[in-house]
């Protein structure tokens, strides 16, 4: 027989490389990179199949709600993860980074929401307007206030916009209400009273947005105390001080009553201005000669952060200016002081410089940069005897006073933290 002729070898299809697809995404990066961004994949399909986009959010609210803004961006990031363009996870992530001082980081999440829904959504509009300055945070607080009215001219309840309407909707907290719209104008006011007070017609138009936060809300008290700023810085202090007192006045005696209760309700609520609003308070009433009620003000400061120089700095200003009052009342009725009378006047002294001890040592761990405030501090303790030493200060006032810490729950920890 002939030569057998051999068969062709079959030549088998070559198996599909997936691992193209699959690593697309790792061009470029390095083997380390590689495992950390599979990690990374594995935790988001592990998450995605425990929880929902809902219940992160809800998880991230309750570690914002205790200040916890490091583990709220955990919880955020993975809802963003699964829903890149949620609105709602987007706005929560910008207020995290805020809150967590990286601007920048929020600035982009910001204006990414913008590009998503530039129409729909006025709190990224505000945050924006908070994290710039000068003529850039009017037109982003402005394009909020757009949002905001055309938001409540869509509302189907008669909840319209008018003078002091500012109730909350029953129905649904998150819609927008006459009293966001105060709030809005308040921010651009503050700008032109702070930022821009130079420009031309700056004093104008801080008045004009004052009164169209209060014609929206007319108990709005951060509203007053703009309204109380302006008058003061026109010179207008008599009437200033009728703005500045209604202010106070509504949050004031229900915060004491609040923290001098052992079993507040819970129901209890009662809005309180911005940190730094009632530092400009404290400084108002001061101006005022309402010195008791400015102590007030500057105790609640201190108990909700005890580590801000100019509160520590108002507090022991306000003794010193009480002290000094009472020696002048004295002299006025031209008569010897009582043994009380002194007794109150040392309390005082000692008070003033136990508190400006605490803000020249605080200014110096904090490395601070405002220069007339530690020679006003040093010029005060120089008049009063001195900085008080360590074992004076063990019994000076407030010394006492220990911050809570909330404990993290590692078991609740666990799931955004899986690798």
């Not at 209604?246 to 079993?263: C, D, E, F, H, N």
């Not at 006025?332 to 040392?346: I, M, Q, Y």
Request: aromatic residues 6%; charged residues 30%.
């Amino acid at each position: 027989m002939g030569g057998q002729v051999k068969g062709k070898k079959k030549i088998k299809p070559k198996r599909k490389d997936t691992r193209q697809n699959r690593d697309a995404g790792f061009v470029g990066l390095s083997p380390q990179e590689r495992v950390k961004l599979r990690m990374h994949e594995k935790a988001k399909k592990k998450t995605a199949e425990k929880y929902s986009v809902q219940q992160l959010l809800e998880k991230t609210e309750e570690y914002m709600d205790s200040f916890n803004f490091e583990m709220a961006g955990l919880f955020c990031k993975r809802a963003l993860d699964m829903e890149p363009s949620n609105l709602q996870t987007l706005d929560m992530l910008g207020h995290i980074y805020s809150e967590l001082g990286e601007s920048e980081k929020a600035k982009e999440v910001f204006l990414h929401a913008v590009e998503l829904s530039p129409d729909v959504g006025h709190t990224k509009y505000m945050y924006l307007g908070q994290i710039h300055t000068g003529q850039e945070a009017v037109d982003y607080y402005t394009r909020g206030v757009q949002v905001l009215l055309s938001a409540l001219e869509n509302q189907t309840q008669p909840a319209q916009a008018q003078a002091g309407a500012a109730a909350l909707s029953d129905e649904d907290p998150q819609l927008p209400t006459a009293k966001d719209v105060s709030v809005a104008f308040c921010s651009i006011a503050e700008i032109y009273l702070t930022d821009l007070c130079m420009e031309e017609g700056a004093a104008d138009k801080c008045r004009e947005f004052i009164e169209k936060a209060l014609q929206y809300h007319n108990d709005n008290s951060e509203a007053l105390q703009l309204m109380a700023s302006y008058l003061f810085s026109t010179e207008r202090n008599q009437e200033g001080k009728e703005y500045l007192l209604k202010s106070v006045g509504l949050w004031l005696p229900a915060q004491k009553q609040i923290a001098a209760s052992s079993s507040a309700e819970e129901d209890t609520q009662i809005e309180i201005p911005p940190y730094e609003s009632r530092i400009t308070t404290a400084k108002l009433l001061i101006e005022s000669e309402e010195y008791e009620m400015s102590v007030d003000v500057l105790e609640g400061l201190l108990e909700e952060d005890d580590e801000v120089v100019q509160v520590w700095y108002l507090s022991g200003w306000v003794c010193y200016l009480q002290l000094e009052k009472a020696k002048e009342q004295q002299g006025r009725e031209g008569r010897d002081a009582t043994g009380e009378e002194l007794e109150e006047r040392r309390a005082l002294a000692e008070a003033a410089r136990s508190y400006l001890t605490r803000a020249k040592k605080l200014y110096s761990k904090l490395q601070c940069d405002d220069q007339p405030v530690l020679e006003h501090v040093e010029q005060l303790l120089g008049e009063l005897g001195g900085e008080m030493d360590g074992e004076e200060e063990e019994a000076a006032p407030d010394e006492d006073y220990e911050p809570c810490s909330d404990e993290e729950d590692d078991d609740e920890a666990e799931a955004p933290m899986e690798q």
